[in-house]
Every structure is written in structure tokens, then in C-alpha cells.
């Protein structure tokens, strides 16, 4: 009798063990659908589109280990709300971690929803406001600033919150899934390694913020004409309460040639303007070298103003004017557009 209540108080515990761990789970489903009514024209040539831009779907969890630990994983699927197709590749994130009184590490394809995001792109996202989003018509983080927001193959670590500062640091094998061929240069994953680090101080609060990030790119056989070869950012930014005001000096070093640059420059200034509790205009200006032509710069202007319904759906209104080559005549893009933006 003893025998049978003790295997039987065994099956319970072991019953019980799952379903205790199970309650210290969370898991959340997120997401993201943003999308805009646009005229563009470059140079004489105009067009009237709908853009789907960066809508998203996504699932993330956290699991209490005990004594401190947590175990954490992501995926996040891309949408184009304008199409209903898949981003390409289909997950703009997929990572699976652990997290502790050290900080954050992630393994797998990391951006900046992931826990340690990646470190130049964080210190951006912290300290500037990007018109109404980083995506579409007026992204810039990868487009100007080469911020690496999105890598494959990767391993990622954030501090805590020590001072008033972060550090973080990245480092991907192939992170921008060239191709693998036999002839290389890009053999295999390791053939091509990608190193980021950076500090971010504010994040712990206050009005201040500023940020410094340093990425390496080195790839079997060495960097080829025009590669790629490292990178500075510096970054920071002020609240003065209802205005926030940010500036950008980002330096990008290549493999250049005679007839392209070994050091391109990107500056930005801009500033936000609450209206209302639910209003605001935001704006930015950049001015960056071109790789290709030495004696040529970009030019970009943008502001927006975006209105919140809630504080999950808003409204906004855009103008984007791009000048890619100041030295080429009727290339100018011109982009401005309103759209909705629900966030669940």
C-alpha cells in the first residue's frame, strides 16, 4: 500500500513539474501593420503606389530558469501589407538566448528587437527619431548610415544598465548572406567575419543621450576594390522637453580606387516637435560623400507629422527629397505620401 502511495505521489510530482514551469513561461505574439498612399518622382518621371512598410508578425518569449536566468527566444516574420507577401528572407529575426544578472546573449539572426540588438543600430535608434519610420520612402539606418540593423549567423551581447551605460558587441559569420561558392571568396560562413561594438550612454533615463560604435568587416583573401572595410558612428542627442534635437557623424572606410573614395562622410541633423500630447512634426538633413565619385555628395531632406489615435494607431503624412549625386542632373527622388500605422 505504502509502494502505491508513493508511486503514485511520484506520477503527480512529475505531472505537476511541467505544468509549474509552464506558469513561469511567457510567450507573446506582436506585431506591426504600416501602411502608406505615395506619389514619388525621380527627376521627370512620376508614380502613385501603395508601400507596405516593414509590417511585421511576430512571436517572442522569456523562461524563468531560477536563480536568476532566464531563457529567451524571437522570430519575426516580414510582411508586405500592401502585397500580403513575405519579406525575403521570410524571418527579420529568429534567435534564441540567455539573459541574467551579466546581461543578454542571443545566437542566431539578431536585429533590433532582439534582447541585445545590434550595436550600431542601437545607438542610433536611441538617439534619433526617424521620420514617422525607418522604412519605405524615408529609411535611413541602412541605406545612409550602413547601421547593420539586420545580420545572420550572428552572436550578440548587451550589458545592463551600469552608470548610465551599455555596452554592447556583435560579431556574424557571413551576416549579409552572400553567396557560398567553391571559387570563393566567400567559401563558407567563416570566410567572411563581421565584429561591432559599441557604448550608449542615457539609456538609463534622463535627457541626455550619446553613443560611439565601432564594426569591422574581414573576408578571406582581403577586401576586394570598393569593399567594405570598417567604420566609426558617433551620435548623440538632447530632450529639452517638447523639442528633441539629435546629430549623426558616421565615417565609413573602403577599398577605394582612383576613381572612387577610400573615407565616406555622412552627417545628419534633426529635431522632433511635440504639438499636442498626440501630435508632433519631425524632421531630419543629410549630407553624405559618394563612394563612387569623389567630387560628388548626397543630399536629403524629410519631415513628417504623425497624429495618434491611440496609443497604438496613428496617422502621418511625409515628404522625402533625395539628392543621390549632386553632380548628375535629373536624378532627384522626390517622395511624400499619408498613411496609417497600427501597432498590436
Request: net charge positive; glycine share 14%.
Amino acid at each position: 500500500m505504502k509502494l502505491k502511495i508513493v508511486c503514485l505521489a511520484a506520477v503527480a510530482a512529475g505531472a505537476i513539474t511541467p505544468m509549474a514551469a509552464l506558469a513561469q513561461s511567457t510567450v507573446t505574439i506582436y506585431g506591426r501593420m504600416d501602411t502608406s498612399f505615395e506619389n514619388s518622382k525621380t527627376g521627370s518621371i512620376s508614380q502613385t503606389l501603395i508601400t507596405g512598410n516593414a509590417s511585421r508578425l511576430g512571436f517572442k518569449g522569456v523562461e524563468d530558469l531560477g536563480g536568476g536566468l532566464k531563457a529567451l527566444f524571437g522570430l519575426e516574420m516580414g510582411v508586405s501589407s500592401d502585397t500580403g507577401a513575405s519579406s525575403t528572407p521570410m524571418y527579420r529575426n529568429s534567435y534564441v538566448g540567455i539573459g541574467g544578472d551579466f546581461g543578454v546573449v542571443n545566437i542566431g539572426r539578431i536585429d533590433s528587437a532582439a534582447p541585445s540588438r545590434t550595436p550600431i543600430y542601437a545607438i542610433l535608434g536611441r538617439n534619433v527619431e526617424y521620420v514617422i519610420h525607418d522604412a519605405g520612402a524615408t529609411a535611413i539606418g541602412t541605406s545612409i548610415f550602413n547601421a547593420r540593423t539586420r545580420v545572420s549567423n550572428a552572436i550578440g551581447y548587451a550589458s545592463p544598465v551600469i552608470g548610465n551605460f551599455v555596452f554592447r558587441a556583435g560579431h556574424y559569420l557571413n551576416g549579409e548572406g552572400l553567396a557560398e561558392t567553391p571559387a570563393g571568396p566567400i567559401r563558407f560562413e567563416g570566410d567572411y567575419k563581421q565584429t561591432d561594438v559599441s557604448i550608449s550612454y542615457g539609456e538609463g533615463g534622463g535627457p541626455l543621450g550619446l553613443g560611439f560604435g565601432y564594426g569591422t568587416d574581414s573576408k578571406r583573401g582581403g577586401a576586394l576594390l570598393n569593399d567594405f572595410k570598417n567604420k566609426w558612428m558617433l551620435v548623440g542627442s538632447y530632450d529639452f522637453g517638447d523639442i528633441r534635437a539629435w546629430a549623426v557623424y558616421n565615417r565609413d572606410n573602403f577599398a577605394g580606387g582612383p576613381l572612387s573614395r577610400s573615407k565616406v562622410d555622412a552627417q545628419m541633423i534633426g529635431a522632433s516637435w511635440d504639438l499636442t500630447p498626440t501630435s508632433k512634426v519631425m524632421a531630419n538633413y543629410i549630407r553624405k560623400d559618394v563612394q563612387s565619385d569623389p567630387a560628388a555628395k548626397l543630399k536629403r531632406f524629410q519631415a513628417g507629422y504623425s497624429y495618434k489615435m491611440s496609443n497604438r494607431t496613428s496617422l502621418y503624412a511625409f515628404y522625402d527629397r533625395q539628392d543621390p549625386n549632386n553632380r548628375v542632373a535629373n536624378d532627384v527622388i522626390r517622395v511624400y505620401g499619408v498613411g496609417i500605422q497600427h501597432n498590436f
